[in-house]
């Protein structure tokens, strides 16, 4: 059974930073393409980052010049460094998984199949 577990939410004040973790409970990880979502209160789920078996990394808009994806598939885990957090960056966080294609780059939910629960993350002072 498949499955993701976040953590390394919580609260953080304006520009500050927080590393979300993303442990995958799942056979061959390295040849999974690997993303972040978040969902503000509602919104729709907001694409965030992709990092791709190819190690190929692609960035939301709002969040380019202060996120960082990356993974370990030794640890069959992905990261997300997020800093310069602004109150607008306050949602819950997702991960979410799918088996690479060559040539697709994967960015809307609907292209992935496996999902952690989320995790709250909070910019406040």
């Known amino acids: 059974q498949v499955q993701l577990v976040e953590s390394g939410g919580g609260l953080s004040q304006p520009g500050g930073s927080l590393r979300l973790s993303c442990e995958a409970t799942?056979?061959?990880?390295?040849?999974?393409?690997w993303a972040w979502f978040r969902q503000a209160p509602g919104k729709e789920r907001e694409f965030v980052a992709l990092i791709r078996r190819n190690e190929g990394k692609y960035y939301g808009d709002s969040v380019k010049g202060r996120f960082t994806i990356a993974r370990d598939n030794a640890k069959n885990t992905m990261y997300l460094q997020m800093t310069s957090l602004k109150p607008e960056d306050a949602a819950i966080y997702f991960c979410a998984g799918r088996k690479n294609i060559v040539g697709f780059v994967p960015r809307a939910p609907r292209d992935f199949n496996y999902w952690g629960q989320g995790i709250q993350v909070t910019v406040s002072s």
């Open positions: 799942i056979d061959r990880f390295d040849t999974y393409d």
